[in-house]
């Protein structure tokens, strides 16, 4: 009977049909697949390598089929890392990235200026998907509420959830509603990450994001601005007089979105960069009366 494999031989044997199948993250995506699924820690990969695994290794197998065939690593494990905390996925969410936790860095940034920590303020998170963003701006800001809107109620559910996880649930109110249209209170920030990408480009996407993210969280008409049109038009309804208006945008559209806001009555006031140095969120104010 030959002798089971240890770790350190599926590892390797991971990364190698990653890839060979393709996959850039090969190694990376080999090691967060064996940890989830063998309930292995980073140490364990070294310290028993030369070991066999303690579970069985059919599941880990599956998933990297399931990896081979394009499916992200983190849609595969249904969750993901943000910030401070693990977001559940699901089909009505887009999967939340490195680049949005430069849009919080922004918020936190500008609300803890005009509220610091203590101060309770409301703020609308438009398109919430999994809740990411206003999770982690609930977390970092104890007495603040936001209303977390998004068309679809199987998103608001997601959110909702993870909410509960994080423990900012009773500070959350979930709405369905497209874009501002259905807020019937004042705000004091509207935070989004709507979708940006142009219409012509999504079919040209890593099969992992067009296959795998909701079309409407990506899909931002022909010029990849109508979302920011929607907000824009909306804002004066809703965002106090002294409001931010707060909003990831796609590589390259910073001037088109400042002009949009510009035209609403929002004064630009900075904007923070992504790792890859790309323009990526942008902050906006109402002038105070």
């Known amino acids: 009977m030959p002798e ?39 140490t364990d990969l070294h310290l028993r390598s030369g070991q066999p695994p303690s579970r069985p290794v059919e599941p880990f197998r599956q998933r990297l089929l399931r990896r081979m065939a394009g499916e992200p690593v983190y849609r595969i494990l249904g969750y993901r890392p943000f910030y401070a905390h693990e977001f559940t996925l699901s089909a009505d969410t887009l999967e939340p990235r490195p680049d949005t936790e430069t849009l919080v860095d922004l918020a936190i940034e500008a609300l803890s200026g005009r509220f610091g920590r203590q101060t309770p303020f409301l703020f609308a998170d438009i398109g919430t998907g999994t809740g990411a963003i206003a999770v982690s701006l609930l977390s970092e800001f104890p007495f603040a509420e936001c209303i977390a809107v998004d068309i679809a109620q199987g998103a608001l559910d997601t959110a909702m959830e993870n909410a509960r996880h994080a423990g900012v649930s009773s500070r959350i109110r979930p709405l369905v509603s497209n874009y501002l249209g259905s807020i019937a209170e004042p705000l004091d920030a509207i935070v989004s990450n709507p979708p940006y990408i142009p219409s012509d480009e999504i079919d040209g996407l890593d099969v992992g994001v067009r296959c795998h993210d909701p079309r409407r969280a990506l899909d931002g008409g022909a010029d990849g601005l109508d979302a920011y049109r929607a907000l824009a038009a909306g804002a004066a309804d809703v965002l106090r007089q002294g409001g931010d208006m707060l909003l990831e945008v796609g590589a390259g559209q910073g001037d088109d979105v400042r002009c949009l806001m510009q035209r609403a009555g929002l004064a630009f006031v900075s904007s923070r960069a992504d790792l890859g140095g790309h323009e990526r969120a942008l902050l906006f104010r109402r002038a105070a009366g």
């Not at 599926?10 to 393709?22: I, K, N």
Request: hydrophobic share 55%; glycine share 8%; no cysteine.
């Open 4 to 42: 089971a494999p240890t770790i350190g031989e599926l590892l390797a044997e991971a990364r190698a049909e990653l890839a060979v199948a393709g996959i850039d993250s090969a190694a990376a995506d080999a090691r967060i697949l064996m940890m989830d699924s063998l309930g292995l820690t980073s």
